[in-house]
């Protein structure tokens, strides 16, 4: 599986950005995909996820500003993030797991960097 992320920039506080990543190769009928992200000296952490059946999680700092969406015909997945933060600065990967008979696959896409200027 490939994940090409895309969507990442420089923003204004209050201000919106939208990422997006498109998977390429097997994707599971039963995964997640979703969004992580990493700021600088800090640990990755989980944005946002989506299963294959609709189900999302989200991380309490964006419940309410970030929407998660996919569409499983075109194997992508969204991120619509409003009222942005600073705190919201970082690195952000797309990421699939497959789950299967044999366990999970994680797979991640190469970060787009995010800049919420105060």
């Known amino acids: 599986v490939q994940l090409q992320a895309s969507g990442g920039g420089l923003v204004q506080a209050g201000g919106s950005l939208r990422l997006s990543c498109i998977a390429s190769?097997?994707?599971?009928?039963?995964?997640?995909m979703g969004w992580y992200r990493q700021a600088p000296g800090k640990q990755r952490e989980l944005v946002a996820s989506?299963?294959?059946?609709?189900?999302?999680n989200y991380a309490d700092s964006v419940k309410g500003r970030f929407t998660i969406s996919r569409d499983n015909a075109k194997n992508t997945v969204d991120l619509q993030m409003n009222s942005l933060k600073p705190e919201d600065t970082a690195v952000y990967y797309c990421h699939v797991r497959n789950i299967g008979g044999f366990g999970r696959l994680d797979y991640w896409g190469q970060g787009t960097q995010v800049t919420v200027s105060s």
């Open positions: 989506i299963s294959s059946g609709g189900s999302t």
């Open positions: 190769g097997r994707i599971f009928s039963i995964n997640f």
